[in-house]
Nanobody, 117 residues
Framework: QPQLVESGGGLVQPGGSLRLSCAASGSIFRIYAAAWYRQAPGKQRERVALITSGGNTNYLDSVKGRFTISRDNAKNTVYLQMNSLKPDDTAVYYC???????????WGQGTQVTVSS
C-alpha cells in the first residue's frame, strides 16, 4: 500500500533548527491535505501543523511563529521547518494525509526530534 516516510530528525540544542521531510510513494499531496503530528513519551499524539491542498495552513498554538509547513507536489514531499526549538518540542514526529478530516495512511515509524543542551 502507499506509504509515507519521515526523515530529518535529530539532536539539536535549544534555539536550533531542523527541517523534517515526509516523502510519499505516490502523488497524493496534490489532492489531500497534509499534516505533521508529534507524540512525546507518555503524551497523546497531537497535530502540529496542517496544509490543505489549496495551500492554507494552521498550527498548534505552541508552535506558531516557529514552525512552517510546506509542500512540494513535484517531489511528493511535505516539509516541516522548525526554528527556535525548545525542549518541549522533543517528540517523535509523524506525517499523514487527510481527506474529509480523517487520516488516510497507516502511521509510520516517525522521526525522533530531541531538543537538549
Amino acid at each position: 500500500q502507499p506509504q509515507l516516510v519521515e526523515s530529518g530528525g535529530g539532536l539539536v540544542q535549544p534555539g536550533g533548527s531542523l527541517r523534517l521531510s515526509c516523502a510519499a510513494s505516490g502523488s497524493i499531496f496534490r489532492i489531500y491535505a497534509a499534516a505533521w503530528y508529534r507524540q512525546a513519551p507518555g503524551k497523546q499524539r497531537e497535530r502540529v501543523a496542517l496544509i490543505t491542498s489549496g495551500g492554507n495552513t494552521n498550527y498548534l498554538d505552541s508552535v506558531k511563529g516557529r514552525f512552517t509547513i510546506s509542500r512540494d507536489n513535484a517531489k511528493n514531499t511535505v516539509y516541516l521547518q522548525m526554528n527556535s526549538l525548545k525542549p518541549d518540542d522533543t517528540a517523535v514526529y509523524y506525517c499523514n494525509a487527510l481527506y474529509l478530516g480523517t487520516e488516510k495512511f497507516d502511521w509510520g515509524q516517525g522521526t525522533q526530534v530531541t531538543v537538549s543542551s
